[in-house]
């Protein structure tokens, strides 16, 4: 395959440039960069393919909501290339056994690779430390591209809070040099004492869909002395407020809940000034029947998948908060650094994971049209800037916009 004269953002921190790719066998095998050739102003840019380290696709056990092969289509539909699935399943992902059916199953869909993380304790009861060891050598795809049979140790969907048992997850994570991603809950409470045990133990913690100011403040403060913390967010916390939740009811209810304006602003002055890392998307599919519930009997969370680059281009790159390659950053290379996964960036010899967006679109979030099971958004009909036309895993398609779309 080759992509001649587009304009290339390849996620090595150069700005854009004109430039024909050519791929072959699965990688990127030369580069010619047009010097002093006009950028097309067509509006369709090559990118490395993103990254999104959490994401939610129910499978095993709840496969009415999201199953590995919709959600493998759904990521590909947004851009990603590869995936790190939450293990709040059930059972819940805390055994090779498990680990290793889900990695089967999603090597047949070939649309991502996707990575799983270990649940920090048997079940998520919070009794019993599941064998991370065991896990980190199951022969999976995460494996043979991170040298890690899982992308990471957490709880997610909850805080394990009995500090002891965190700490000697902590201490068991560095000793195989795993990341362990926390849901941090209450937020700011958390956050602290997580902060406190990685300097502690120097292990590396990241904390998920980071919504708070006070957050913010105290990953900031942390990240001038200790390399060891990362932290995330998701588009939702950059572009909604509380204000939503009365508008909307549950297809705004998410854990943690959307916030106040001065929240929002504190999230978009952290992606501005690089405290927060990564946006990911805590992709959290449901039904519709569930989402129809009362707000006090609705579950958490909204899909994210198909909105991500959308809503992250219209809200932080076209209002100025971020550039272009700064988005990509995060979304790209900067999530897979967190995994160890050598991804992120378009150069070659690498892989041909690239995504081609179009930031001359200019439409509305439709969720009738979602690959995902799931249509629990609040951004249905949203006005929009940017969408993702084409993905790339390994040079083959997974994922391209008809042309009438």
């Known amino acids: 395959?080759?992509?001649?004269?587009?304009?290339?953002?390849?996620?090595?921190g150069r700005g854009p440039c004109a430039a024909s790719i050519c791929c072959a066998d699965g990688v990127v095998k030369k580069i010619e960069r047009k010097t002093g050739a006009a950028i097309a102003e067509s509006g369709i840019i090559a990118v490395p393919g993103f990254v999104d380290v959490h994401v939610h696709f129910r499978d095993p056990g709840f496969t009415e909501k999201e199953d590995i092969a919709s959600g493998s289509e759904a990521a590909a539909a947004g851009g990603f290339t590869t995936v790190c699935c939450m293990p709040n399943t059930n059972p819940a992902l805390h055994s090779p056994e498990i680990l290793a059916d889900i990695d089967r199953r999603a090597r047949e869909t070939g649309r991502?690779?996707?990575?799983?993380l270990s649940a920090m304790t048997v079940g998520q009861a919070g009794r019993e430390l599941a064998n991370f060891a065991a896990m980190d050598r199951t022969p999976t795809l995460c494996r043979e591209l991170t040298g890690h049979g899982i992308c990471g140790i957490t709880e997610d969907g909850k805080s394990l809070l009995n500090e002891d048992m965190m700490?000697?997850?902590l201490i068991a994570a560095k000793r195989l040099g795993l990341v362990v991603m926390d849901h941090a809950e209450p937020e700011t409470e958390i956050t602290e004492r997580d902060i406190r045990l990685a300097r502690e133990t120097g292990a590396h913690i990241h904390i998920q869909h980071v919504s708070a100011a006070a957050t913010v403040d105290l990953?900031?403060?942390a990240k001038k002395t200790m390399p060891n913390i990362t932290c995330e967010t998701a588009p939702h916390y950059f572009t909604l407020t509380s204000e939503a939740?009365?508008?909307l009811g549950p297809l705004a209810k998410m854990n943690p809940p959307l916030r106040t304006e001065r929240d929002r602003e504190a999230i978009r002055e952290g992606l501005a000034d690089g405290t927060i890392d990564v946006i990911a998307t805590d992709h959290a599919p449901h039904t519709?029947?569930?989402?129809?519930?009362?707000v006090d009997e609705a579950p958490f969370g909204i899909i994210g998948l198909e909105t991500c680059f959308a809503l992250a281009y219209t809200h932080l790159v076209k209002t100025g908060v971020l550039t272009l390659p700064q988005l990509?950053?995060?979304m790209s290379a900067a999530p897979a650094r967190l995994i160890g996964l050598d991804r992120g960036i378009i150069t070659e010899g690498k892989a041909a994971d690239i995504t081609l967006i179009d930031t001359a679109y200019e439409g509305v979030i439709d969720s009738s049209a979602f690959r995902s099971k799931g249509r629990n958004t609040p951004f249905d009909g949203m006005p929009v800037s940017?969408?993702?036309i084409k993905t790339l895993r390994a040079g083959a398609a997974t994922f391209e916009v008809k042309e009438n779309a």
């Open 219 to 221: 990953v900031r403060a």
């Open 1 to 12: 395959m080759v992509l001649e004269n587009i304009m290339l953002i390849d996620g090595s």
């Open 328 to 330: 990509i950053e995060k």
């Open 386 to 388: 940017g969408r993702v």
């Open 245 to 247: 939740l009365d508008r």
């Open 167 to 169: 700490r000697q997850v």
């Open 112 to 116: 991502v690779n996707l990575f799983a």
């Open 288 to 294: 519709l029947a569930e989402k129809s519930r009362p």
